[in-house]
């Protein structure tokens, strides 16, 4: 059974920055598309950032593009969202997601439990 463990969320006063990690429990080369889905109180689950298992190309949504930054260690089986110049619309809980096939993730297969982001001005 596939596993996907986030850690490294908290709260950080607006402009600091942190940065998600997301441990697979097995080869991450298993996934043609690993990425970040967020999901703000009261506002259904958006996406945030993907990145691909072929040429690592990846994408982000406007609202985060120029300041995260999605990347992945094959050799640790983990993908990671550094997070800069945070804000209060960034206060959410973030996902770590993933697809065998799929090459975006509109409705990935896999899911973790989710690290909590609680940025304050």
């Known amino acids: 059974q596939v596993q996907l463990v986030e850690s490294g969320g908290g709260v950080v006063q607006a402009v600091d920055l942190l940065r998600l990690s997301c441990a697979c429990s097995?080869?991450?080369?298993?996934?043609?598309?690993m990425g970040w889905v967020r999901q703000a109180p009261g506002k259904e689950r958006e996406f945030v950032a993907r990145i691909s298992r072929s040429d690592e190309s990846t994408n982000y949504a406007d609202s985060v593009k120029g300041r995260f930054t999605i990347s992945r260690d094959n050799a640790k089986n983990t993908v990671y969202l550094q997070m800069n110049r945070l804000n209060v619309k960034d206060t959410a809980v973030y996902y770590c997601?993933?697809?065998?096939?799929?090459?975006?993730?509109?409705?990935?297969?896999?899911w973790g439990q989710g690290t909590q982001v609680t940025v304050s001005s």
């Open positions: 097995e080869t991450i080369f298993g996934f043609n598309v």
């Open positions: 997601a993933a697809d065998r096939f799929a090459r975006i993730l509109g409705q990935p297969t896999y």
